[in-house]
């Protein structure tokens, strides 16, 4: 096959081109890259340097791009379009709160003031000590109480542009009290509950009955409140999000519709609005197929920056009303292709390398096992059906005799051992069948190989857990190699739903994943990318597993790797994840000490093998998690 169809081939299963949006490709070492930085080479540094895996690496060249990449469209598209206003973004925290990564945020967009969001307490004290822009904006959305408003208003006091979002009525009453008493005057916005329903997961985040945001009458009362309480010209910011992860491009133009006629009617009420906020949804299209789906969109980045700035200005041209400075809350787009997590396959479960060698020297064979022996010897071509159908009788039968005490536990491994042999010479001749029988649908699916993984999905993966949420996931070599194995992914949780069996296919979901054959004595690395959004976050303790390991990479032309590892995080260690637990490790250590002490004051164990089981206790209280390289 020539190398063209290789790399059509590899494109037609990974889709790299399509989900990767220009930030990764296959280089001429048939290895995954990122800008022209080798993926492959980034990890066997990363062995070398005993960092264990799993690990997370981000590309903070990516980060960076795709900051700059958002603001520099809106700029472009707001000229073109001759809008009055100004682009201030703002990035929402709550979808990766690693300071590395806001701080990197925070770098790449000060030439344009861009800002932080922040929706909690905690995610407040941190943007107050990160945020020293004082041009750009601090958001700040959720429900809020006196404490949370006084923070705020502390923002304000040190000249920070500290915009507290009502979202409801109760807040603005105490934010107001407040700001008299610390003699301040706020920054207030108005989060308006729409009446748009998004599209999507999320799709349930707007429209009537939202969680958040002011009714249009309250909105009313909260503006007559403001004007005669005097704090009317406080009012700077209306705001309005229908979900995360919009799929639809006619679901932000209906939302920037509805957002801006509520902007502009409470502009000739009289309110000194300077910031339309449309939030976030911005979405990412993770299985690469530029469609409605929900791991997608049907839209690219200036699609929706147009339809943002283009209908915000049309609205307020036909009303009077002067242009605001746009606010987005992007998040996803900016973080999640700059992270992805790399781990090892560590084994590989199949059903044909379950064999019973010793088939051939049984004696005085039962008629089942005959009859499967023979079915496998003189199964043809022009028999398929009739021979699955043989073999799934025989299997049954086989099954209801054993459990029956008939025939013993060698001859079920037989039958089951030629029972696997036909199913895997079936499934190699569905390819060159014109009609698949009902009986063979799927087929291949269910006698695909598992490849053993060292993560956790729960840990690692938890919005394909818990949502569904596809992700592309890929070999980061051999990609000049035409992979050869039906699989689904399993991790080294104990739980049942610790597995992968959903991967994308040009829009439509599969239950396997071609990948290549395990060499021995060669690592074989696979990588779960567009992960640097929420994932890093959401991780639980399940097994307690605990975070993985990560470093942070950059490009370098003058190394001679073209890249360097600029920071190591270490993952949670099994003290610190029981720790966590309120667990005590060191009288867990102690409590076993006393135990082994009574074991060789009894001579049942030798005092130098006492000594180093315990060393060796208190050794795995002190490593990684996961399982081992080596």
């Known amino acids: 096959m020539k190398d063209l169809d290789v790399n059509k081939y590899i494109e037609n299963i990974y889709h790299i081109e399509r989900w990767g949006q220009g930030h990764f490709k296959v280089n001429q070492k048939g290895n995954l890259s990122t800008q022209d930085l080798d993926i492959y080479q980034v990890v066997k540094e990363i062995v070398e340097h005993n960092i264990e895996l799993p690990v997370v690496v981000r590309f903070h060249d990516i980060l960076r791009s795709q900051v700059i990449t958002l603001n520099e469209t809106f700029n472009k598209i707001i000229n073109e379009a001759g809008y009055k206003g100004i682009y201030r973004g ?7 709160q690693m300071r590395e990564v806001v701080e990197e945020i925070l770098d790449a967009g000060a030439p344009y003031h861009f800002g932080l969001e922040a929706g909690s307490k905690a995610e407040l004290l941190s943007v107050l000590s990160l945020n020293h822009d004082k041009e750009s904006l601090t958001v700040l959305n959720g429900y809020k109480d006196r404490e ?54 999320w799709s349930n985040s707007g429209g009537d009955t939202a969680k958040f945001g002011l ?102 041209d036909l009303e009077g009303v ?79 005799a054993f459990k029956l005490g008939v025939i013993s536990i060698e001859e079920k491994a037989v039958i089951e051992t030629n029972f696997w042999k036909i199913c895997d010479w079936l499934k190699n001749k569905i390819g060159s069948m014109d009609f698949i029988p009902e009986e063979f649908e799927n087929f291949s699916d269910k006698l695909s190989s598992q490849y053993l993984c060292n993560f956790s999905v729960f840990q690692s993966l938890p919005d394909h857990w818990a949502i569904g949420q596809l992700i592309p996931i890929v070999p980061i070599s051999r990609l000049l190699e035409l992979p050869t194995e039906q699989c689904s992914i399993v991790d080294i949780t104990c739980d049942s739903d610790g597995k992968i069996d959903q991967f994308i296919n040009g829009g439509e979901i599969s239950r396997t994943l071609r990948l290549h054959d395990l060499k021995k004595d060669e690592p074989y690395y696979i990588g779960f990318f567009l992960t640097g959004a929420y994932q890093d976050v959401m991780g639980d303790m399940h097994n307690l597993f605990g975070r993985v390991n990560e470093v942070h990479v950059f490009s370098d032309d003058e190394d001679a790797n073209g890249f360097f590892i600029e920071t190591v995080v270490k993952g949670n260690s099994n003290r610190q994840v029981l720790s966590a637990m309120q667990y005590n490790p060191d009288l867990m250590a102690y409590s076993l000490k006393k135990e082994m002490d009574q ?19 208190e050794k795995c209280l002190e490593g990684y998690t996961y399982l081992k390289n080596n």
């Open 148 to 201: 949370f408003l006084k923070l705020a208003l502390l923002g304000r006091k040190l000249g920070k542009k500290t915009v507290v979002v009502i979202e409801q009525y109760s807040e603005l009453l105490n934010l107001i009290e407040l700001a008299r008493e610390m003699d301040v005057r706020p920054l207030i916005g108005i989060r308006a509950r729409l009446s748009v329903v998004g599209s999507g997961k």
């Open 215 to 316: 009714t249009i009458p309250e909105i009313l009362n909260a503006l007559h409140y403001l004007r005669k309480n005097d704090y009317l010209d406080c009012l700077n910011l209306i705001h309005f999000h229908v979900g995360s992860q919009i799929t639809n491009i006619q679901t932000i133009k209906d939302v920037v519709s509805e957002g801006t006629r509520i902007y502009t009617e409470l502009k000739k009420l009289g309110a000194p609005i300077e910031y339309l906020d449309v939030g976030g949804g911005l979405g990412v299209d993770y299985d690469g197929s530029q469609s409605t789906h929900d791991s997608s969109r049907n839209y690219n980045l200036e699609n929706y920056i147009s339809d943002i700035v283009y209908g915000v200005k049309q609205l307020c």
């Open 322 to 400: 002067e242009h605001p400075n746009i606010v987005t809350e992007s998040g996803r787009f900016i973080t999640a292709p700059h992270s992805c997590l790399i781990t090892e396959v560590v084994d590989k479960i199949d059903y044909r390398e379950n064999e019973y060698k010793n088939a051939v020297n049984l004696n005085d064979e039962h008629i089942l096992v005959k009859n499967i022996k023979e079915l496998w010897r003189d199964i043809s071509e022009e028999d398929r059906q009739e021979s699955f159908n043989d073999a799934l009788a025989i299997k049954k039968d086989g099954d209801n």
């Open 90 to 96: 703002v990035y929402p925290i709550k979808v990766n």
């Open 599 to 617: 074991k060789v004051t009894e001579k049942k164990i030798p005092s130098r093998e006492g000594v180093k089981l315990i060393n060796f206790y």
